[in-house]
Nanobody, 114 residues
Framework: QVQLVESGGGLVQPGGSLRLSCVAS????????MGWYRQAPGNQRVLVAA??????NYANSVKGRFTISRENAKNTLYLQMNSLKPEDTAVYSC?????????WGKGTLVTVSS
C-alpha cells in the first residue's frame, strides 16, 4: 500500500503562485500514471494535469499556467501553479497508479481570493 500526502495549499491572491507537493511513502519510479485532480464546491472532481507513460497532459483551463513534474529521488509529484484565478479554488488531490492499483491522497485546499 502506498500512502500519498499532499501539501502546499493555502490562500493566495489572484495572479499569485503556489507549488503543490505530493509525497509518496514508497518509490514512485514504476508509477505509470501520476496526476493532479481538483474538486470545487458543488462540482465533480476533474483532472488538472497528468503524466502518463512519460507524456504530460493538462486541462485546457490551466494550460500555460500550471506545470506538473515528478522527482523520483524524492518520491514526489509537483504542481506549479502560476497566474492563479478565483476559479482555481478547489481541493487538489494527487493520484498515482501502477499495476492496476490506484492510490489517492486526501487533498490540499487552494483558495484564490483577494
Amino acid at each position: 500500500q502506498v500512502q500519498l500526502v499532499e501539501s502546499g495549499g493555502g490562500l493566495v491572491q489572484p495572479g499569485g503562485s503556489l507549488r503543490l507537493s505530493c509525497v509518496a511513502s514508497g518509490s514512485i519510479f514504476s508509477m505509470n500514471h501520476m496526476g493532479w485532480y481538483r474538486q470545487a464546491p458543488g462540482n465533480q472532481r476533474v483532472l488538472v494535469a497528468a503524466i502518463t507513460a512519460g507524456t504530460t497532459n493538462y486541462a485546457n483551463s490551466v494550460k500555460g499556467r500550471f506545470t506538473i513534474s515528478r522527482e523520483n529521488a524524492k518520491n514526489t509529484l509537483y504542481l506549479q501553479m502560476n497566474s492563479l484565478k478565483p476559479e482555481d479554488t478547489a481541493v487538489y488531490s494527487c493520484l498515482m497508479s501502477r499495476d492496476g492499483m490506484s492510490y489517492w491522497g486526501k487533498g490540499t485546499l487552494v483558495t484564490v481570493s483577494s
